[in-house]
């Protein structure tokens, strides 16, 4: 039997959403009884329940993925840091600025590294510090490369062994060490060098990755290296030792400023609650994950790095960084 509504039958119809494939006679326009048309509805209606339940539902994906989408942002930034030396004048203070690499791991920004080159030379720094694993133990070593010929001669730069660098299974240490030095950079290994920089006398020193032992000298011992620095009796205005490891602070007392990486900030960091989760040589909770730390009168910066191809945790609220510090006397 074939059943048939007029209009006004549609207008007068209960108002009901029917399920597909049931059979509701009083909405069916064509089709029999044996054969029904399954999705013919008159007045369809999506339920109050259904509705309350989908909507805050919706609303709550969509603000996941807004701050997954935000934590995951992996944008370089420039945090800039500034010390203030007690002879610091309001009035004619001296600056010097100071750009701090780490954690490069080979990465590359923009074509052929233009986007860090042009960051870099935008601070016009008076020093660059390289404050290791610059080159990677996996990654090709063209990124390390390009930022150097893109860098050389632009102010006196000074690099130390990362742990990384000794890692290597592409290059010997003695040839990453070569490759750097041939775009006019200093290595500091456990030394120190003074540098004149407007009118200051700067004694800036290095120190070896204590994983030199592990992959170059077995007789090496960097608690033992640490103390000709304790027993370090020099003139100098100011003092600074570029340390890729952060967790060994303590060794270093002598020194006005003291740079790390190595912490890659902890890859995980929650926003005025958590400082980073895990760091290599630290564990969960790392204590230097990154940022300005003072120790006394001493000051310890701690780069979060610039890589983002190599975590083993995504980076999460933790963009790479490039540091600058700005030192005024
Ligand atoms: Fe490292």
Redesign the pocket.
């Known amino acids: 039997m074939v059943i048939r509504s007029s209009n006004s039958e549609r207008v007068n119809a209960p108002r009901k959403c029917l399920t597909p494939g049931v059979w509701h006679p009083w909405t069916v326009k064509t089709g029999t009884a044996e054969h029904p048309s399954p999705r013919k509805c008159l007045a369809p209606k999506v339920s109050g329940t259904n509705a309350s339940v989908w909507r805050p539902l919706f609303l709550a994906v969509c603000l996941a993925l807004l701050l997954l989408s935000c934590a995951t942002h992996n944008s370089l930034v420039m945090p800039l840091y500034t010390i203030e030396s007690g002879e610091a004048d309001k009035v004619e203070s001296i600056c010097i600025k100071i750009v701090l690499i780490a954690?490069l791991h080979n990465d590359i920004y923009g074509t052929d590294q233009a986007v860090l080159i042009q960051k870099i030379k935008s601070v016009e720094p008076d020093l660059i510090f390289l404050a290791?694993?610059i080159v990677d133990d996996k990654q090709p070593i063209e990124g390390t490369r390009l930022l150097l010929e893109g860098i050389e001669g632009f102010a006196p730069t000074f690099y130390v062994t990362?742990?990384?660098e000794y890692m290597s299974r592409r290059y010997s240490i003695k040839t990453i060490r070569q490759e750097i030095q041939a775009y006019g950079v200093t290595i500091l290994s456990d030394s120190y060098t003074k540098i004149n920089i407007k009118g200051k006398e700067l004694l800036i020193a290095g120190v070896e990755d204590p994983f030199k032992k592990k992959y170059e000298d077995k007789t090496y011992d960097y608690k033992k290296a640490a103390l000709k620095f304790l027993e370090l009796d020099e003139e100098a205005d100011y003092t600074i030792l570029i340390s890729?490891r952060p967790e060994t602070i303590r060794l270093y007392p002598y020194f006005d400023l003291v740079v790390s990486?190595?912490a890659h900030g902890g890859q995980v960091i929650i926003p005025k609650l958590l400082n980073g989760l895990y760091a290599?040589h630290q564990g969960f909770f790392p204590r230097y994950a990154g940022g300005r730390y003072q120790h006394g009168k001493q000051v310890h910066i701690v780069s979060r790095g610039l890589t983002v191809m190599r975590p083993r945790l995504p980076r999460i609220y933790n963009p790479p960084e490039l540091v600058v510090i700005s030192c005024l006397f």
Request: glycine residues 30%.
């Open positions: 954690d290791g694993d990362g742990n990384h890729h990486g190595h290599p």
